[in-house]
């Protein structure tokens, strides 16, 4: 959503004064000239007479900023359509405002987001995430140590999950009058606990056989935070945008969390997720590893677990009828998850 702006003179060079809560000082530092604002979705547009231009907050550190501008010139170099950050005057990836608030810069690219609901959409997005995996796995560029994903992050982040799990079955068993959330949950949770006990096994069984090369074959840039909010179409290309969270890791990790947002959408349809993989594949083919990575990250039960996190966390007093809505949801959609898991497991064998 665009808001409407603030009017202010070029001619002043801005005069130190705030432009929708950017100072002159921080447009001064930009060869472009800002001539309006408008405020975008967590960033504000810029119109210039050069094209329109995105300035958004950034609160990690330079050396990740420069580190983030550096593989995305490799990324446009090599013809995949994503983000190309702007420096300052000065050549620096962040500028700050007067409050000390970084910034970086970048082209506003005009087109319209995907629509989960448009098949189409789905399957090109899915081809060009493969595209940019396809450039961006061995990455040999300098990667800071902030941006680097130890092997062993998800495993532990799983093995946490379930103390969470378990914390929230204790609470729950303790309770001697349970609200229907808590029904609900104490109906279901052994079996979902048992399932992300099992696949936190498999993990670190994964982990155990495949070492060294074989796993840092899996690795390079990820998006971080690919979904269909950062998927652009403009005319006959597809670009990808919002590179704020990429990291070095395991690149299944954006595959897996595309297609479990699609999958929850779409009820787990089989059909839909074969025809995404296809698309997937048709621009990288996936190597055995990688297929247990994708079917490992699928498997957790990671939706159910979130709930009964937020629930845990939350005000138990008062439970809204959306979280009954949505751990209902989960429940009565798992038996489709299982058939999906077990067209998936077919391509790990």
Not at 28 to 47: H, N, P, T, W
Not at 183 to 207: C, D, G, N, P, Y
Not at 252 to 263: E, G, S, V
Not at 291 to 305: H, T
Request: net charge neutral.
């Amino acid at each position: 959503m665009i808001e409407r702006r603030r009017k202010f003179s070029v001619n002043d060079s801005y005069g130190g004064v705030f432009v929708y809560n950017l100072s002159g000082q921080l447009l001064e530092q930009y060869a472009f000239e800002v001539s309006d604002v408008l405020k975008g979705r967590g960033a504000y547009i810029c119109i210039t007479e050069n094209g329109k231009k995105i300035i958004k907050a950034y609160d990690a550190s330079e050396i990740r900023a420069e580190a983030l501008c550096l593989f995305l010139q490799e990324v446009k170099a090599k013809g995949v359509p994503a983000d190309s950050i702007i420096r300052t005057k000065d050549d620096k990836v962040l500028a700050a405002d007067i409050d000390g608030t970084t910034y970086y810069a970048r082209d506003y690219i005009e087109g319209r987001e995907c629509e989960t609901k448009n098949r189409e959409d789905v399957l090109a997005s899915m081809g060009a995430l493969a595209r940019f995996h396809n450039c961006m796995n061995g990455y040999e560029g300098e990667i800071p140590e902030g941006m680097r994903v130890s092997p062993d992050m998800l495993v532990l982040e799983y093995e946490k999950h379930n103390r969470e799990l378990k914390k929230v079955r204790n609470y729950v068993r303790g309770k001697k009058s349970k609200n229907e959330f808590e029904m609900i949950f104490w109906r279901s949770h052994a079996a979902f606990l048992e399932k992300a006990q099992k696949v936190t096994e498999k993990l670190h069984k994964q982990m155990e056989e495949v070492q060294g090369m074989a796993w840092s074959q899996m690795e390079g840039i990820c998006h971080g935070d690919f979904n269909q909010h950062n998927v652009l179409f403009v005319k006959d290309n597809v670009w990808i945008t919002n590179f704020e969270a990429s990291v070095y890791d395991v690149q299944m990790r954006d595959l897996a969390n595309f297609l479990r947002k699609i999958m929850e959408k779409y009820n787990w349809n089989l059909e839909l997720a074969v025809d995404m993989i296809h698309a997937y594949e048709k621009e990288r083919t996936l190597a055995r590893q990688e297929w247990e990575q994708l079917y490992i990250r699928l498997s957790y039960p990671e939706k159910f677990w979130k709930i009964a996190n937020h629930y845990y966390n939350s005000n138990k007093a008062w439970i809204s009828g959306r979280n009954i809505e949505k751990l209902n949801k989960v429940i009565e959609q798992e038996e489709q998850r299982e058939h999906f898991l077990n067209m998936l497991f077919s391509f790990v064998k």
